[in-house]
DNA sequence: ACTATTTATCTGCTTTAATAAATAAATGTA
DNA sequence: TACATTTATTTATTAAAGCAGATAAATAGT
């Protein structure tokens, strides 16, 4: 890939960082959108003062760096980005709002079902505990489920989600055996648990 | 200062520090020569892919960088240049080689004298004792002494020379006790002995 | 489906870097 | 001083970024 066409991704994926849209970044730099559109899609060979002026609207400078620092510098910045993990755990609680979301609905749907009742009940007992993200794809399986049963409910697929959800409960209860004794805890926190 | 004209500024500051001509860096870069004069001096406000081909022959790199990790970006790449003291070194290399030139010169222009014989023995004595980069200042003293006795031998001041000959020796000469007693020495080193 | 927002594409014009040389001026060395 | 090297300045031409908009196409939300 030719420098060009990196520098534009990178600005991009700032862009982007920010929630920033190509126009309102445009207003920012001082540089019309469509300008911005070129950049970050086929790469423009950028005049200085034009990268600077997008680069100082995304919080990032322009720095000559001695080849033999690179490595160390790229460091840094990978330090200063949010790491993939943290990614993945914005995610899980998409899909886990999603979850619910999506529980109240075939509830809602299905109203007078003593199982729907239960299944309701299985789902809150799951979500009051700390779900890893690596448990992702299994959410993101139970949502699809869901979604099949908001169309139709089906008792045998509905007893199949409410052992998924058994399954997956026991998974994470069992590692923090206080989270079934205690208050109603948060079932997951964006805090950074790094440290 | 605006960014062009830093940005030229560091291009020369790389481009001397590697002993290149303007012309020997336009070879390497692809770029003119005119060009890389413009650039020094008016700043231009230049197109990514020239800067980087620029930067590539000076072995840099360009890179964006999180304004909040500029700080520490700048710290590593100060890490990596020459220290003021490795510098001040090199001076005192070039300081000293004067003052046995200059020696010389005042020695062979005024052969018949005892004093100037006498002059040159204790500046051999001085050059074989290790000087330290702090003494810089005397040197270039001692060496504009000489220029003066080059032109015009005056006996009170080539006495006042030879004392401060003395005094510097005597000086480095305590802090290294073997150094009279060792056999020729030499006098400066460029090794690097900060480890 | 409808609407709002965002992004991609296009037009026409201006500015300036880049290109290719040449040479004047400045600097360094013997 | 003479000569070599380095740097600064100049000329003419071309390419493409930049500027100013406008709008088509794509995407997102209800």
Same mark, same amino acid.
């Given at each position: 890939?030719?420098?060009?066409?990196?520098?534009?991704?990178? !600005?991009?994926?700032?862009?982007?960082?920010?929630?920033?849209?190509?126009?309102?970044?445009?207003?920012?730099?001082?540089?019309?959108?469509?300008?911005?559109?070129?950049?970050?899609?086929?790469?423009?060979?950028? *005049?200085?003062?034009? %990268?600077?002026? !997008?680069?100082?609207?995304?919080?990032?400078?322009?720095?000559?760096?001695?080849?033999?620092?690179?490595?160390?510098? *790229?460091? %840094?910045?990978?330090?200063?980005?949010?790491?993939?993990?943290? %990614?993945?755990?914005?995610? !899980?609680?998409?899909?886990?709002?999603?979850?619910?979301? !999506?529980?109240?609905?075939?509830?809602?749907?299905?109203?007078?079902?003593?199982?729907?009742?239960?299944?309701?009940? *299985?789902?809150?007992?799951?979500?009051?505990?700390?779900?890893?993200?690596?448990?992702?794809?299994?959410?993101?399986?139970? &949502?699809?489920?869901?979604?099949?049963?908001?169309?139709?409910? &089906?008792?045998?697929?509905?007893?199949?989600?409410?052992?998924?959800?058994?399954? %997956?409960? &026991?998974?994470?209860?069992?590692?923090?055996?206080?989270?079934?004794?205690?208050?109603?805890?948060?079932?997951?926190?964006?805090?950074?648990?790094?440290?």
């Amino acid at each position: 890939m030719d420098l060009q066409a990196e520098i534009g991704k990178r !600005l991009k994926q700032a862009r982007t960082a920010k929630a920033l849209s190509q126009a309102a970044l445009a207003k920012l730099a001082g540089v019309p959108q469509s300008h911005i559109s070129k950049i970050e899609n086929t790469g423009v060979d950028l *005049r200085l003062s034009s %990268l600077t002026e !997008l680069a100082r609207a995304l919080d990032l400078e322009l720095m000559l760096v001695p080849r033999k620092v690179v490595p160390a510098a *790229r460091s %840094l910045i990978r330090q200063a980005q949010p790491t993939p993990i943290s %990614l993945t755990k914005l995610a !899980l609680r998409d899909d886990l709002a999603k979850l619910e979301k !999506l529980t109240d609905s075939v509830v809602r749907e299905h109203a007078s079902s003593k199982n729907a009742a239960r299944l309701k009940s *299985r789902i809150h007992d799951l979500l009051r505990v700390e779900i890893s993200p690596s448990a992702l794809g299994a959410v993101r399986a139970l &949502n699809e489920q869901l979604e099949a049963l908001k169309k139709d409910q &089906n008792i045998q697929r509905m007893n199949a989600v409410m052992q998924d959800v058994d399954r %997956l409960r &026991n998974k994470f209860a069992h590692l923090h055996p206080d989270a079934t004794e205690e208050g109603p805890r948060p079932a997951y926190s964006l805090e950074d648990d790094d440290g």
